[in-house]
């Protein structure tokens, strides 16, 4: 199959143009116009979506499933296009694409399979107790229930998983929430295509056209009239601070306020603990150069602080990871912008005299290269800047002089999607000490691994307290990720005709 865009938005079952176009930006291969979005496109995408919910939000898990399996079946039918146009538009490599695209199909089936079973629904069952004194209790059934349309915003790191049919959309389309996705300028044919592979899922399983809707690009007003839209229950979104806060500000202004589960990226940072630093300090320095490094260092998750005690074995460390660092060849970004932060971001390391380089390196155009700095806990904790997240292969050192600087950092730092330790098993005390502040820190915490690499399942969180992510309690990958889309109804002293068929 070749992929020949047509540049338009996909508003309930029907491939719209708008009048104005914005041209795409791909890394290699050829720009195509696409249409820009409307707050117009945007009201009748959302009507839509509310009308579609009066039956999708009341079909049956078995429906939702199949429907699910089959948007995963036609992805996997565009197989050849999906990765051509992604490779083109994203500068990512061939398999990058390809390992992506099973991670997309492979959550949309866990998430059917997830449903048919029913726990995610969390029914209770309170019996009546009519003899009860001195009075008697009634009848209380609690299930989960859809909550309406949700708006997704697509993300620029992750053009399937994170996208069109990624995480947040294949939660919500299980949960019975019918979906307006807002796409990302940076892949507009990736997204345009696996609209496709939804559309053509619509039309097989015979559900509402209007429960997905695909708006392309577009100026602020677009994002902004999304998240206002009154018929907008929900949003969800993976993708910078400032963007996120903007957003998340507008749905709490709202007359009526919504959820914002907003992923907002976090520096991640690794504490090596003693003993595991004399006993493979400079392995753990070449894994961590290969985490930092992995797909220029453009993941939410990259690990960019690594605590170290000072001392040859943390000097053996930094050693280790500057040599592996220098190997790194420099690697295609995924937009301009982004390389245009990521050089400001190493400007911010360059200008501080409290900071050390390390390894220094020239990047140019849309290529990155990698970067390597050092300081001690005082400094970086008298300067917030350190703390802020440098979207790409860029680390920092922080060396400490004992447990207590390791605590006192632990205790710093703000809000992540991960933290870990690498320790062996005599810095068990050490790890024991620094657990109550990294569990309040972040949503998912390691040992002598790298976070690189989110695994989609049943215990998976990826999500923190802000500016992690703006909704602590929730997670935007695995299993978990359908509740957010959910609310709970109790039903007391109804006939079993009158629940809801998640009842049953």
């Known amino acids: 199959m070749v992929f020949k865009p047509h540049g338009k938005h996909l508003i309930a079952g029907e491939w719209v143009a708008s009048e104005t176009t914005f041209m795409s930006e791909p890394s290699t291969g050829t720009s195509f116009a696409y249409s820009v979005g409307t707050p117009e496109l945007v009201d009748q995408a959302a009507r839509a979506a509310e009308d579609a919910f009066w039956s999708y939000g009341y079909s049956s898990r078995e429906e939702r499933a199949k429907f699910l399996n089959a948007i995963a079946d036609e992805i996997e039918a565009r197989a050849e296009a999906i990765t051509e146009i992604g490779v083109q538009e994203t500068g990512l490599p061939e398999a990058r694409l390809q390992g992506e695209r099973g991670r997309t199909t492979g959550q949309l089936r866990l ?58 959309t294949a939660s919500a389309l299980a949960a019975g929430c019918p979906v307006v996705v807002k796409g990302h300028s940076a892949h507009p044919g990736t997204g345009e295509i696996v609209a496709e592979a939804i559309h053509a899922a619509v039309n097989t399983c015979g559900i509402h056209p209007g429960v997905f809707s695909l708006i392309q690009g577009g100026k602020r007003d677009v994002g902004t009239s999304l998240v206002q839209h009154e018929l907008i229950k929900a949003v969800g979104f993976t993708g910078s601070l400032g963007g996120g806060r903007a957003l998340y500000d507008l749905c709490a202004q709202r007359p009526e306020p919504i959820p914002f589960f907003g992923e907002l990226g976090s520096v991640n940072p690794m504490f090596v603990l003693p003993k595991a630093a004399e006993a493979r300090g400079a392995d753990i320095g070449t894994g961590w150069a290969a985490s930092l490094t992995m797909g220029a260092g453009q993941f939410c998750t990259n690990p960019g602080i690594a605590v170290v005690e000072k001392g040859a074995a943390g000097d053996a460390l930094v050693q280790a990871a500057a040599e592996a660092l220098k190997g790194v060849q420099t690697q295609c970004m995924l937009t301009d912008g982004i390389a245009d932060a990521y050089r400001d971001g190493k400007a911010r390391f360059d200008g501080r005299n409290a900071v050390k380089p390390v390894l220094v390196s020239d990047s140019e155009g849309r290529f990155a290269a990698p970067n390597l700095y050092e300081t001690d806990a005082e400094n970086y904790l008298q300067d917030h800047a350190l703390g802020e997240e440098v979207f790409g292969p860029l680390g920092l050192v922080v060396r400490v002089s004992g447990p207590e600087e390791m605590d006192a950092l632990a205790r710093g730092f703000e809000g992540q999607l991960t933290a870990t330790l690498h320790m062996d098993e005599g810095d068990l005390p050490v790890a024991q000490s620094l657990m109550p502040a990294l569990e309040r820190k972040a949503g998912r915490l390691l040992v002598n691994g790298f976070p690189t690499g989110v695994e989609v399942a049943d215990a998976m969180v990826h999500g923190g307290p802000y500016p992690a992510s703006t909704n602590f309690g929730a997670t935007s990958v695995g299993t978990l990720a359908i509740r957010r889309f959910l609310r709970p109804v109790c039903y007391q002293n109804f006939p079993d005709a009158l629940l809801p068929g998640d009842w049953s």
């Open 111 to 168: 998430f059917a399979e997830h449903i048919l079973k029913g726990a995610y629904l969390d029914r209770r069952h309170d019996e009546a107790l009519p003899d009860r004194q001195p009075l008697p209790r009634p009848d209380l059934k609690m299930v989960q229930r859809p909550i309406g349309p949700v708006a997704v915003f697509g993300a620029s790191n992750f053009p399937l998983a994170f996208s069109t049919a990624g995480g947040d």
